[in-house]
């Protein structure tokens, strides 16, 4: 068996304190193999947000995959986001804009869905659809196969469809044809677990951290249980009462094999 925590749009420089306690102690009692980050780590792409960031990682002390978000890109310097847009990111988390971890049971690709020349939409390329789904190809019958972009590929309301990522309908083709089980994202601030085609299905978080929750909507985090033929995908939302992380709603997600 294998635990994923996903994590998404963090914002440090908007993050609530108590929030980021209990993110921390839950990290701590799930113990997951692995966490992933999936995008917007900043609010402005600053020094001292990035290195917030750095710290709370290293608090929890899991492996940890990150993509950047837009939001980790410079917006008021025109001059790094022309010239160096992931400076700021790869000085705390390296060079990589794509991190791959495959264990015996975990297939998770990276993908950098950002345009330093767009505010907030992300793409995917041509290139890339086909890069990871040659990487699926070879994907272990044994393995969680995750693919971790920023911007969702699914959305479930009409005002979101903007915000849909470039090119996902080809790569919702590509990866649910070569294997892939969940397309992890987050940008919109919205949670939720929906199927999309072939077995592939759409896992997307809520803010973990950060006071920029919308229509009400609770920090949470996603916790990914992966045994056999199934994974299982429980959402754990912040409670203001008691000021912990609590297990919330659970879809069960059967996985195809051929």
Do not use: C
């Not at 997951?32 to 990682?57: C, H, K, N, W, Y």
């Not at 310097?77 to 991190?99: H, I, K, Q, S, W």
């Not at 299982?232 to 996985?255: K, Y």
């Amino acid at each position: 068996m294998s635990l994923v925590v996903q994590i998404s749009d963090t914002h440090f420089g908007t993050e609530r304190p108590e929030v980021v306690r209990a993110l921390h102690d839950a990290i701590g009692q799930l113990a997951p193999d692995l966490v992933v980050l999936s995008g917007d780590v900043t609010q402005r792409a600053r020094r001292t947000q990035f290195d917030a960031a750095r710290r709370f990682i290293d608090s929890y002390a899991r492996p940890t995959l990150v993509v950047p978000g837009n939001h980790d890109v410079p917006l008021f310097n025109l001059a790094a986001r022309l010239f160096d847009p992931f400076g700021g990111y790869r000085r705390v988390f390296g060079r990589t804009l794509e991190p791959v971890v495959d264990t015996d049971d975990l297939l998770v690709i990276g993908v950098n869905t950002v345009r330093a020349a767009r505010h907030k939409n992300g793409e995917v390329s041509r290139k890339q659809i086909a890069h990871i789904a040659e990487r699926l190809r070879h994907a272990r019958d044994t393995q969680l196969r995750i693919v971790v972009t920023h911007q969702p590929v699914h959305v479930i309301r009409e005002k979101d469809i903007d915000n849909l990522l470039i090119g996902h309908e080809g790569a919702i083709d590509a990866w649910s044809d070569t294997g892939a089980d969940l397309v992890l994202g987050g940008h919109i601030h919205l949670p939720y677990v929906r199927p999309l085609k072939n077995g592939l299905w759409s896992v997307q978080a809520g803010t973990a951290l950060s006071t920029r929750i919308r229509e009400g909507i609770s920090n949470s985090f996603h916790a990914i249980r992966h045994e056999g033929m199934l994974a299982r995908v429980d959402q754990w939302n912040f409670d203001e009462g008691s000021q912990v992380f609590r297990a919330g709603t659970a879809t069960d997600i059967p996985l195809r094999r051929r």
